[in-house]
């Protein structure tokens, strides 16, 4: 099979397949052009199995870019065209990449860092400019058909967060391309007459996968967008575009209320909210239901997993598996205490590029086990604890730092733009907690009486015992909280106020 032929394989010849901005392209012209990005990579030099990284703002010609890679038998690598120069050496280093493509802004630093590394890669521009010229190869290119790989060999790779170190390259399978739109059909009821439009960027698994995968799986039109999502483009782009379905993190939900642009979302044709990329606190989906007429519908999936495996659609906030998805519990365990589960999904990861420990943790027989607990709520039903990191025992008894955040940010509603908790040791040595919060514009003596007083209303073990107001919090590149670098977050505050 081909992955890139697969998920071309299903749209109506006229039908959009892709929009973005005033550019639109039907399927028919799609499977054309990704046929002809395919004769180009190959007349670069792309063969089965080369490795490309795709450095560039999300676009139809991303796309068209990114599946003439696989298309023509090579893997395809998106990375966060934001990321800074001295970031992306180390990744194109390690990943022993041959090409790196571009937009031409971005083609003479990238051609400098290339001549700096071991293994030099070539650059490949779309506007011209330094480096291969992508349009002039693309006229002089002859389409071709798809590289015929197995189902196992690989087509992608995606990179972790990085929300708790250094991000891991994660191997996707040919096969990953046969069953993306399951939790779209199965749970959405997502069908050829949706479009579908994800706020979170094409090198995140999150819509790759969910949003771009899928459609394209199910014949949808897919909606793309150049640049960072903030409230207001997600306001305008809505109105623009007339999604179906809308993908996006909890963190843009909690902003787009605070910014009074959900009522806004009421009534433009959308049928279902969907949240993912973090864990959605029960104050966010209450109020974005009343805002936005429908609670959304949270997700939860990894890098390794590419698409969402659980769901939850209701006020208890319980996850269950999505459709094809399998869930394994650990012998031995005790039901009670938050634990790591094994998963099993069609779409499921290889596994890691040389991370031969975390692979020997992560994934046994067609399984994968995340670093994330859950806690067992009956039947398939599953309870998300946060990762292990972030369970704590403390005066004998399990305590999640998610749980006092979501305590914490329920009491302060509006207030607060985020909170965090993590776990630190006392001057004593004793295991604890500390919490810290960004309060709102306009709204700190009010946001820290509302958190004082939630403090106060938690059971004694799971009260923080430092709270820490910041102006920020560290951030991954997916815009989700970098939990790693909270313990800092901790230690510079208590340096600056010992009393704190």
Not at 81 to 92: F, N, Q, S, T, Y
Not at 158 to 163: A, L, M, V
Request: with cysteine.
């Amino acid at each position: 099979m081909n992955a890139a032929e697969c998920l071309l394989s299903v749209g109506a010849d006229d039908a959009v397949a892709l929009e973005c901005g005033d550019a639109r392209i039907t399927y028919s012209t799609l499977r054309e052009a990704v046929r002809r990005a395919a004769g180009a990579w190959r007349a670069l030099g792309v063969a089965a199995g080369t490795r490309v990284i795709m450095f560039a703002p999300d676009s139809i010609d991303w796309v068209i870019a990114y599946l003439g890679v696989i298309h023509a038998g090579g893997v395809a690598i998106g990375v966060n065209p934001r990321l800074a120069l001295a970031d992306l050496g180390p990744i194109v280093n390690d990943s022993e990449v041959r090409y790196v493509w571009c937009e031409a802004d971005a083609a003479p630093g990238i051609v400098i860092l290339a001549s700096t590394l071991p293994a030099m890669p070539a650059v490949v521009a779309l506007g011209g400019g330094e480096g291969h010229d992508w349009a002039a190869a693309l006229r002089a290119a002859a389409a071709i058909d798809a590289c015929a790989r197995a189902d196992d060999d690989p087509a992608l790779w995606i990179g972790t967060s990085g929300t708790t170190g250094i991000p891991k390259g994660v191997i996707h399978a040919q096969r990953a391309a046969q069953q993306p739109h399951s939790f779209a059909a199965g749970v959405l009821g997502a069908t050829c007459d949706d479009r579908f439009y994800a706020t979170s960027k094409l090198f995140f698994a999150y819509a790759l996968a969910n949003s771009l995968f899928a459609g394209l799986r199910l014949g949808a039109t897919v909606i793309l967008e150049r640049d960072r999502p903030t409230p207001e483009r997600v306001r305008a782009g809505v109105a623009r575009y007339r999604p179906t379905i809308l993908f996006t993190v909890p963190t843009l939900y909690s902003t787009m209320l605070q910014e009074g642009v959900a009522p806004s979302l009421a009534g433009r044709g959308i049928r279902h909210f969907v949240s993912a990329g973090e864990a959605l606190p029960g104050s966010v989906r209450s109020a974005w239901a009343a805002a936005a007429g429908m609670p959304p519908i949270s997700g939860y999936g990894t890098s390794e997993t590419l698409c969402l495996v659980l769901y939850a659609n209701d006020e208890s906030g319980q996850l269950q598996p999505t459709p094809l998805t399998s869930i394994r519990h650990a012998d031995g365990t005790d039901g009670d205490a938050p634990q790591r589960v094994w998963i099993r999904n069609p779409t499921l990861a290889l596994g890691y590029w040389r991370r031969p420990e975390a692979q020997a943790d992560g994934f046994r027989d067609g399984w994968f086990s995340p670093g994330d607990m859950f806690l067992r709520r009956g039947g398939d039903r599953l309870e998300f604890a946060g990762r292990t990191d972030d369970l704590l025992k403390v005066s004998g008894q399990w305590v999640s730092t998610l749980w006092i955040e979501h305590a914490l940010a329920e009491a302060a509603g509006g207030t607060v733009l985020q909170v965090a908790a993590v776990g630190v040791t006392t001057p004593d040595g004793l295991t604890t907690v500390a919490a810290m919060a960004v309060p709102a514009p306009g709204c700190e003596a009010e946001a820290r009486r509302r958190v004082d007083a939630a403090i106060e209303k938690l059971p004694k073990h799971r009260r923080p015992c430092w709270m820490h107001w910041v102006r920020e919090l560290p951030l991954t590149a997916t815009g989700k909280l970098q939990r790693s670098s909270l313990r800092e977050v901790h230690e510079k505050a208590v340096e600056r106020s010992p009393d704190a």
